[in-house]
C-alpha cells in the first residue's frame, strides 16, 4: 500500500517568514504552494517551486480566496465567476513559476475557507472544477473525500484524490470539525500514524463523536509551520513507513 504526503508551503510573504520549507520538503512527497492570494508572493513561489523541483516532489497550486489578512481561514460572499477567476488567476501564476524551472504542475488543492465551502456548497464545487480542467484536464485535484468537490470532479472527468488530515479531527459527516471546536485537532504522531493506516486499509475513520466513518484516503496532508510540527512530520514518516505504507507521491 502507498500514501501520498502533501504539505502547504510557499507562505512566507515579503519580509515575513512562515514555516519550515526548506526542512518539510525532505519528508513529503508533494506540496501545494500558495499562489499570492492568501500568502506567498512572487519571490517566494519561485523559490518553493525550485526547492521542490530539487527535492523531487510533486508541486500543486494552492490558490485561496483573497484575503492576506485572515490567512485566507474567513468565509467570504463570492461569486461561482470570481472563484473561477480566482483560481486561474492564481494557478496559471505558479504554473509559469514551474515551467521557468523545468518543472510539472502535478495538481490543484484550493486552500482554507475556499476549500471548505466548496466541499458543502455544489455551485462553488463546480466553479472549482470547472476552474481546473480550463487551464489543464489532465491536473488532479485534492479535496475532501465525499465532498461535493469530489463529485462535481467525477462529473467533469476530473482526476481527484481524497484528502485527509493526519492532525485533525472529523464530524460525523466526515467534514473537518471547525478549528474554533473541541476535538478540531489531534495529538501525538504515532496516534495519527494508526488513524491514517485505518483510513487507507479499512477505509474508516473514528469521528470526534467516536462513530465509525466511510473514507477514502488518497493522500494526507501534514503541516509543517514549526519546529514542533516538523519533528511530527518526521516522526509520521517513520511511523507509516513501519505499518507498512510506503510514501509515494
Known amino acids: 500500500m502507498k500514501i501520498d504526503l502533501n504539505s502547504d ?10 514555516g519550515m520549507d526548506g526542512e518539510i520538503l525532505k519528508y513529503v512527497s508533494s506540496v501545494n504552494i500558495a499562489c499570492g492570494f492568501h500568502a506567498g508572493d512572487p519571490m517566494v513561489m519561485d523559490k518553493t517551486v525550485e526547492m521542490a523541483i ?17 490567512f485566507g481561514r474567513r468565509i467570504m460572499n463570492v461569486s461561482t465567476e470570481e472563484v473561477k477567476n480566482y483560481m486561474v488567476y492564481q494557478v496559471g501564476a505558479l504554473m509559469a513559476f514551474v515551467k521557468k524551472r523545468g518543472g510539472t504542475l502535478n495538481h490543484v488543492k484550493p486552500h482554507g475557507a475556499l476549500y471548505n465551502m466548496a466541499s458543502k456548497d455544489k455551485k462553488l464545487a463546480d466553479a472549482v472544477v470547472e476552474a481546473v480542467k480550463s487551464i489543464d484536464e489532465n491536473l488532479i485535484l485534492f479535496g475532501l473525500p465525499n465532498s461535493e468537490v469530489e463529485k462535481s470532479a467525477l462529473e467533469h472527468n476530473i482526476n481527484f484524490k481524497n484528502e ?19 476535538g478540531a485537532f489531534v495529538q501525538g504522531a504515532e ?8 483510513m487507507v486499509n479499512k477505509k474508516e475513520v473514528m469521528s470526534v463523536n467516536n462513530n465509525p466513518v466511510k473514507i477514502l484516503a488518497d493522500t494526507v496532508c501534514v503541516h509543517g509551520d514549526n ?7 518526521k516522526a509520521l514518516k517513520v511511523k507509516l513507513e513501519n505499518l507498512g505504507l ?3 507521491g
Do not use: W
Request: net charge negative; glycine share 10%.
Open 9 to 18: 508551503l510557499g507562505e512566507s510573504y515579503g519580509a515575513y517568514k512562515v
Open 54 to 70: 530539487a527535492n523531487n516532489v510533486k508541486i500543486g497550486a494552492h490558490p485561496g480566496l483573497p484575503d492576506l489578512m485572515g
Open 164 to 182: 485527509v488530515f493526519a492532525d485533525r479531527g472529523y464530524t460525523d459527516q466526515g467534514l473537518l470539525v471547525p478549528r474554533s471546536e473541541p
Open 191 to 198: 496516534n495519527c500514524a494508526e488513524r491514517i493506516a485505518t
Open 227 to 233: 519546529l514542533e510540527s516538523l519533528e511530527f512530520v
Open 246 to 248: 510506503k510514501i509515494e
